[in-house]
């Protein structure tokens, strides 16, 4: 059986909803998504962190999950921490993305069956909420992260275009605008919804 990884991205949160401090509202959505990818099947869960967010991800990682500590959270340096640690297949997910349906995780790992990369844009605006690659990854896969990767550019990089398959969009909580997508009928994203207030 293929080993496979889902890596929770702690990236940087630079906005939080009125009253909410942001250390706190960071880690909701942190734990949230570290509490999806451990519950995936088939699939182990880590995080990935820079040296200054390490106490972060010790306050939310479960018993056992690795922690990989890389100088920038660039998807090559993850990529090559999951692949040292005997992962042949890893999927990246953005922090910030609480209410990620475990299925888009499943979609985002499906094309590599037969592409050695494949994406889920950021869905209203720029970036990426999850990349996924066959490890060790390609010697053209540039340099990107979740916050300034783009599919286009990916697949120019690419020997051939069809090389980086797609998931579906996902909306990560960066800006107001983006809390109408937390939608209380919706089971998950336990941490958030309780800093929210239920």
């Known amino acids: 059986m ?17 009253g909410v401090e942001l250390g706190k509202w960071r880690a ?10 451990r519950g995936l099947a088939v699939v182990d869960a880590a995080i ?32 090559a921490a999951a692949s040292a640690d005997g992962y042949e297949q890893a999927a990246l997910v953005a922090g910030d993305a609480p209410n990620l349906p475990g299925l888009t ?20 605006g720029r970036g990426l909420v999850g990349v996924a690659a066959n490890l060790p990854v ?3 896969l540039p340099d990107f992260d979740l916050e300034d990767g783009d599919p286009a550019v990916l697949r120019r ?16 909580m960066r800006t107001p605008d983006d ?19 239920g």
Request: no cysteine; net charge neutral; proline share 9%.
């Open 2 to 18: 293929t080993r496979r990884v889902a890596v929770a991205v702690l990236v940087a949160v630079r906005w939080a909803p009125p």
């Open 48 to 79: 990935a962190v820079t040296a200054a967010d390490r106490g972060l991800a010790d306050g939310i990682r479960w018993p056992g999950m690795p922690v990989y500590e890389v100088e920038r959270l660039d998807a090559r340096g993850i990529f």
């Open 157 to 172: 990089a690419a020997e051939r275009p069809e090389q980086v398959g797609a998931a579906p969009e996902w909306r990560r």
């Open 105 to 124: 995780v499943g979609k985002l790992l499906r094309p590599l069956s037969s592409r050695p990369v494949a994406v889920a844009r950021a869905d209203g």
């Open 138 to 140: 390609p010697a053209w």
């Open 179 to 197: 809390l109408h997508a937390l939608d209380p009928a919706v089971e998950g994203w336990d941490v958030t919804r309780a800093l929210l207030g």
């Open 28 to 37: 909701a959505l942190a734990e949230d998504v570290v509490d999806l990818l």
